[in-house]
């Protein structure tokens, strides 16, 4: 079985868009929207798609109607397209994010997953990365063979002693330095993270039509366009900043010692996000 694993697509269609994998099932962990300015045809993808999901931080407050208290870094990324949500999805659209659960367990090809956004002791705003002891210390009873994560839109695979740890990295905003979309296949127990390119012009474009303001513009062209790696100087200009405990948004490059590939796997049932649903 063919297990396609996806997170934080963050409203970014044609990174959706770009992933023609061939699977039998799909595992989403959250953060469907925000950050950029065509939701609908992803909610519609993953409802039609995920055989299990969750639901991340940016799901939760664009649900529960949170406003953006926090206007520095990325947040003033989510503060211009948050509104914009609220305008444009609906009813249907908003209870589907309202009943996303939190965790999530599925068997899939006789592995157990555990699905959770961020961590289990904090499953909508913990920041964790590839830490071996951290990870073993937050999935104590946590019975499963596969633990699948996102939130810091950095991909890895993590294999603690019983289950492996994979955050696929982001769809729609990858910081990790390479501007493709991240996503992960699980097959016969191994995992690949993946990477693919996309149109990012067409993202850029849709925010412009969606009528984002051209500062905003302009950083989510520089996020994009860098994967998340752009010049912190450049970035500065756009800090607006507010005293906050909040932690940032922004994470350094990790090296990756894990399998990345382009490949195209072998063509098997097709299910693409070619169309708008
Ligand atoms: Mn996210």
Request: glycine share 6%; with cysteine.
């Amino acid at each position: 079985m063919r297990i396609l694993v996806l997170a934080d697509i963050h409203s970014n269609w044609p990174a959706l868009a770009a992933v023609q994998e061939p699977f039998d099932a799909c595992l989403f962990v959250g953060d469907l929207v925000d950050y950029g300015t065509d939701p609908i045809p992803c909610i519609n993808w993953i409802r039609k798609h995920a055989t299990a999901l969750v639901r991340g931080n940016h799901d939760h407050a664009v649900a529960q109607r949170i406003p953006v208290r926090k206007v520095s870094g990325l947040h003033r990324l989510a503060a211009a397209t948050r509104p914009l949500h609220w305008k444009i999805l609906s009813g249907l659209h908003m209870k589907f994010l309202t009943r996303m659960p939190v965790t999530r367990k599925v068997t899939l090809d006789d592995k157990r997953f555990y699905l959770v956004h961020a961590t289990p002791r904090d499953p909508f705003d913990e920041y964790l990365r590839e830490d071996q002891a951290a990870w073993e210390a937050r999935l104590n009873g946590i019975d499963a063979d596969f633990v699948l994560v996102g939130h810091t839109h950095i991909p890895f695979a993590l294999q603690l002693d019983g289950p492996m740890v994979i955050n696929p990295g982001s769809i729609g905003q990858p910081r990790d330095g390479d501007p493709r979309a991240a996503y992960a296949i699980v097959e016969n127990g191994k995992v690949e993270l993946r990477r693919v390119k996309y149109d990012i012009d067409a993202t850029l474009k849709h925010m412009l039509d969606s009528g984002i303001d051209s500062d905003t513009l302009e950083l989510a062209e520089m996020v994009l366009r860098s994967g998340g790696q752009f010049d912190k100087d450049l970035f500065a200009q756009f800090e607006q900043s507010i005293s906050s405990d909040e932690p940032d948004e922004i994470h350094d490059t990790i090296e990756l010692d894990v399998f990345k590939s382009n490949d195209t796997p072998t063509k098997k049932k097709k299910a693409s996000p070619k169309n708008k649903q």
